[in-house]
């Protein structure tokens, strides 16, 4: 067991690309650490880095109190699960396993009893003599899991273990890796593009972007208290809703003006300097509902005509157009285009549409006029400059 | 449906007419230590004749400058198989070096290996017996086995084969399981490329098998022949091909028949070769290793 860190680490490749960005990381002792972000955000870069398999151009990677970047791949005492499982097709299900040991010259004994635990613990006892050919996706994977852990090693790397799984199994391997990380309690770094994984499986989170790590916190944290638009579009399903507002002193608080819609805030006090500024406001589709359900509660309203119904069962998602412009930063469009989101393209100028999490009890349908209540406690602003999060304490 | 017979006629004509050209000089030679030398020209050219025949051949073949001629079987063995162990031992991890080394002067040196291959083997000769008179092995065993080893076409097979259909991933897990640079190539390149040894192998010892001018350049004791240039000795002492040593009361008794089994015998371990790599070659071993 060791902790990993990044000081200051960047890597240039050959034809000048910057992959990572002066990343700072520590990762403790036995913590699970996901690293997300979009495709070319510099996570698999990272984790390369860790393992050996990429130089590091600047900085250092420390694994417990060794500096590491001049350390060959097998004196670092960490074990990897590849993205495609990189299983040797001419071995075994038992000598892929056994395969880090015999290099090791672990005794013979010694590796039939790890390969045995591994086998049981990951289901595989049926399947050591076969080929990988003759293993379903999840068996092989199964087996990248087995040669990780046989190992015992001081960290695990993973990179997009799951990503070739089906949606199903997705989940099952999920709840696998994670309760076999718990129970080994051996430092493990994550790598992943699907912000559900990141969200449900890291003890802490790593959000990057451009070779940039853009904000490391617990789970909740980062989805209650994205540091900026990038993160809070990122993470979440359906997206943060995002839009452009001005903010007006009003009474004794102040109120966020979007379109023909004006939300009074009393609890915002330090949204007071931006006074007849432009922010970017953030809503999360669950802290809008249809007032209808909501009751007369006091919360700020928004109006508009609803677009799209899309029954969950356990609730139901309500794309409704309001007057209003969505936010377009260069983050939002990044993201947009990441996730394959069209919603800033169908707009018209002068409406934007905003996606709500309401109660399946909601009677409203497409083409319905509706009105939304929205939780003002769980609002998020943003500097349109800057992208970063503006907020209280 | 009657344009339809006409056209599979006109195709079952045309792919017999081929098959018929270019079987019958096969058919021929097989079926001709079967026969005398006069029935040879006089009897059905495709008619079998009898075993006995084949045995006589045999002798008169084996006979031949005191049983030289399985000296040159034995020679030819002897200079295609050491000259392919060092292709393969020196070939294969070439390619490999080649395919995932980045080292200055790569790029260089995979156009050179392009270029080397498509230079006709004859036009080297001359400077090859040049360099080897230059080191005295003018006339050894090493004078046809490293040049034979030399065999860049090896070394693009290997290499073609691990840029290619060898996934990166693969090796970076044997690195991170702890192989160094060696371990990973003998424990995971190598034993995944055994197609590609297969096709290196089968392509060189038959090019070796088969080369003609060289050795009989830079070899000048007919002991030390290979079959090819033994053949080609054989027809210099065959009366009705070279009438100079024809008649005239010689011991030589090396006919139409005694030749055509002579060729028909130096064609076999070719065939056996064949066989063997082309197992090899059929199976996918990298089926499994990655998802697809």
Same mark, same amino acid.
């Given at each position: 067991?060791?902790?990993?860190?990044?000081?200051?680490?960047?890597?240039?490749?050959?034809?000048?690309?910057?992959?990572?960005?002066?990343?700072?990381?520590?990762?403790?002792?036995?913590?699970?650490?996901?690293?997300?972000?979009?495709?070319?955000?510099? *996570?698999?870069?990272?984790?390369?880095?860790?393992?050996?398999?990429?130089?590091?151009?600047?900085?250092?990677?420390?694994?417990?109190?060794?500096?590491?970047?001049?350390?060959?791949? *097998?004196?670092?005492?960490?074990?990897?699960?590849?993205?495609?499982?990189?299983?040797?097709?001419?071995?075994?299900?038992?000598?892929?396993? @056994?395969?880090?040991? *015999?290099?090791?010259?672990?005794?013979?004994?010694?590796?039939?009893?790890?390969?045995?635990?591994?086998?049981?613990?990951?289901?595989?006892?049926?399947?050591?003599?076969?080929?990988?050919?003759?293993?379903?996706?999840?068996?092989?994977?199964?087996?990248?899991?087995?040669?990780?852990?046989?190992?015992?090693?001081?960290?695990?790397?993973?990179?997009?273990?799951?990503?070739? $799984?089906?949606? *199903?199994?997705?989940?099952?391997?999920?709840?696998?890796?994670?309760?076999?990380?718990?129970?080994?309690?051996?430092?493990?770094?994550?790598?992943?593009?699907?912000?559900?994984?990141?969200?449900?499986?890291?003890?802490?989170?790593?959000?990057?972007?451009?070779?940039?790590?853009?904000?490391?916190?617990?789970?909740?944290?980062?989805?209650?208290?994205?540091?900026?638009?990038?993160?809070?579009?990122?993470?979440?399903?359906?997206?943060?809703?995002?839009?452009?507002?001005?903010?007006?002193?009003?009474?004794?608080?102040?109120?966020?003006?979007?379109?023909? @819609?004006?939300?009074?805030?009393?609890?915002?006090?330090?949204?007071?300097?931006?006074?007849?500024?432009?922010?970017?406001?953030?809503?999360?589709?669950?802290?809008?509902?249809?007032?209808?359900?909501?009751?007369?509660?006091?919360?700020?309203?928004?109006?508009?005509?609803?677009?799209?119904?899309?029954?969950?069962?356990?609730?139901?998602?309500?794309?409704?157009?309001?007057?209003?412009?969505?936010?377009?930063?260069?983050?939002?469009?990044?993201?947009?285009?990441?996730?394959?989101?069209?919603?800033?393209?169908?707009?018209?100028?002068?409406?934007?549409?905003?996606?709500?999490?309401?109660?399946?009890?909601?009677?409203?349908?497409?083409?319905?006029?509706?009105?939304?209540?929205?939780?003002?406690?769980?609002?998020?602003?943003?500097?349109?400059?800057?992208? $970063?999060?503006?907020?209280?304490? | 449906?009657?344009?339809?017979?006409?056209? #599979?006629?006109?195709?079952?004509?045309?792919?017999?007419?081929?098959?018929?050209?270019?079987?019958?000089?096969?058919?021929?030679?097989?079926?001709?230590?079967?026969?005398?030398?006069?029935?040879?020209?006089?009897?059905?050219?495709?008619?079998?004749?009898?075993?006995?025949?084949? +045995?006589?051949?045999?002798?008169?073949?084996?006979?031949?400058?005191?049983?030289?001629?399985?000296?040159?079987?034995?020679?030819?063995?002897?200079?295609?198989?050491?000259?392919?162990?060092?292709?393969?031992?020196?070939?294969?991890?070439?390619?490999?070096?080649?395919?995932?080394?980045?080292?200055?002067?790569? &790029?260089?040196?995979?156009?050179?290996? #392009?270029?080397?291959?498509?230079?006709?083997?004859?036009?080297?000769?001359?400077?090859?017996?040049?360099?080897?008179?230059?080191?005295?092995?003018?006339?050894?065993?090493?004078?046809?086995?490293?040049?034979?080893?030399?065999?860049?076409?090896?070394?693009?097979?290997?290499?073609?084969?691990?840029?290619? +259909?060898?996934?990166?991933?693969?090796?970076?897990?044997?690195?991170?399981?702890?192989?160094?640079?060696?371990?990973?190539?003998?424990?995971?390149?190598?034993?995944?490329? &055994?197609?590609?040894?297969?096709?290196?192998?089968?392509?060189?010892?038959?090019?070796?098998?088969?080369?003609?001018?060289?050795?009989?350049?830079?070899?000048?004791?007919?002991?030390?022949?290979?079959?090819?240039?033994?053949?080609?000795?054989? #027809?210099?002492?065959?009366?009705?091909?070279?009438?100079?040593?024809?008649?005239?009361?010689?011991?030589?008794?090396?006919? &139409?028949?005694?030749? +055509?089994?002579?060729?028909?015998?130096?064609?076999?371990?070719?065939?056996?070769?064949?066989?063997?790599?082309?197992?090899?070659?059929?199976?996918?071993?990298?089926?499994?290793?990655? &998802?697809?």
């Amino acid at each position: 067991m060791a902790r990993v860190e990044f000081d200051d680490v960047s890597k240039v490749f050959a034809d000048g690309t910057r992959a990572v960005d002066r990343l700072d990381l520590q990762i403790t002792d036995g913590e699970f650490m996901v690293l997300v972000g979009p495709s070319g955000c510099g *996570k698999t870069t990272a984790l390369r880095m860790v393992a050996g398999l990429e130089d590091i151009s600047d900085g250092v990677v420390r694994i417990g109190e060794r500096v590491v970047n001049d350390l060959t791949p *097998k004196r670092r005492d960490i074990a990897m699960v590849f993205q495609s499982y990189a299983l040797y097709p001419h071995l075994s299900v038992r000598d892929n396993i @056994a395969f880090p040991l *015999k290099i090791a010259k672990v005794s013979k004994d010694e590796i039939g009893r790890r390969v045995a635990e591994a086998a049981r613990i990951l289901d595989l006892e049926p399947y050591l003599k076969r080929k990988p050919r003759a293993l379903s996706g999840g068996q092989r994977q199964r087996v990248a899991m087995g040669r990780a852990i046989v190992r015992q090693p001081a960290v695990f790397l993973m990179d997009e273990p799951l990503s070739n $799984l089906d949606a *199903k199994l997705r989940v099952q391997m999920r709840a696998d890796i994670k309760k076999i990380q718990s129970k080994l309690g051996v430092t493990s770094i994550y790598v992943t593009h699907d912000q559900v994984e990141a969200m449900t499986m890291g003890d802490r989170v790593a959000v990057m972007r451009k070779g940039e790590l853009q904000q490391v916190a617990p789970p909740q944290e980062l989805y209650d208290r994205p540091v900026n638009l990038f993160v809070a579009g990122f993470i979440g399903s359906p997206a943060m809703n995002m839009l452009e507002a001005r903010v007006e002193r009003a009474g004794g608080g102040v109120a966020v003006v979007l379109g023909d @819609a004006r939300l009074e805030l009393s609890d915002h006090p330090w949204l007071a300097p931006y006074d007849g500024q432009p922010v970017v406001l953030g809503i999360r589709p669950e802290d809008m509902e249809d007032a209808a359900i909501a009751g007369d509660d006091g919360s700020p309203r928004l109006r508009g005509r609803v677009e799209l119904r899309e029954a969950l069962g356990a609730d139901v998602l309500v794309h409704f157009a309001v007057a209003a412009r969505s936010a377009v930063t260069e983050d939002v469009r990044e993201l947009a285009e990441d996730v394959g989101d069209d919603r800033l393209r169908s707009e018209d100028a002068g409406t934007a549409t905003l996606v709500g999490r309401f109660s399946p009890r909601t009677r409203v349908l497409e083409g319905d006029n509706v009105e939304v209540s929205v939780d003002r406690n769980a609002l998020h602003f943003f500097d349109p400059q800057t992208g $970063l999060a503006i907020r209280g304490s | 449906m009657r344009i339809r017979m006409v056209g #599979l006629g006109v195709r079952l004509t045309i792919l017999a007419a081929f098959a018929i050209f270019f079987i019958a000089p096969v058919l021929w030679l097989v079926l001709a230590p079967t026969k005398s030398d006069h029935a040879l020209i006089t009897s059905n050219p495709f008619a079998f004749g009898d075993f006995h025949n084949v +045995a006589l051949a045999w002798k008169h073949l084996d006979a031949f400058s005191s049983h030289i001629f399985r000296r040159w079987v034995g020679n030819t063995l002897f200079y295609a198989v050491s000259a392919t162990a060092i292709t393969l031992v020196a070939g294969v991890p070439a390619g490999y070096g080649l395919a995932i080394g980045r080292f200055p002067g790569r &790029k260089l040196v995979l156009s050179l290996t #392009l270029v080397v291959m498509i230079v006709p083997g004859a036009a080297l000769v001359l400077p090859i017996f040049l360099e080897l008179n230059a080191v005295h092995l003018i006339g050894s065993s090493l004078s046809v086995i490293l040049p034979f080893s030399f065999f860049p076409f090896g070394v693009y097979l290997a290499y073609l084969y691990y840029a290619t +259909a060898l996934p990166p991933s693969l090796l970076d897990a044997a690195r991170v399981d702890g192989c160094g640079e060696l371990q990973t190539f003998l424990r995971v390149a190598l034993p995944l490329a &055994k197609p590609i040894v297969a096709l290196v192998f089968f392509f060189s010892f038959v090019a070796d098998w088969n080369n003609f001018f060289l050795p009989y350049v830079v070899l000048a004791d007919s002991n030390q022949y290979p079959i090819t240039v033994g053949l080609w000795d054989l #027809l210099s002492s065959t009366p009705s091909f070279n009438p100079a040593v024809g008649g005239g009361g010689q011991s030589v008794k090396i006919f &139409k028949p005694e030749l +055509a089994l002579a060729t028909l015998i130096a064609v076999v371990p070719v065939a056996i070769v064949f066989l063997f790599s082309q197992r090899a070659l059929v199976r996918g071993l990298v089926g499994g290793a990655v &998802k697809e």
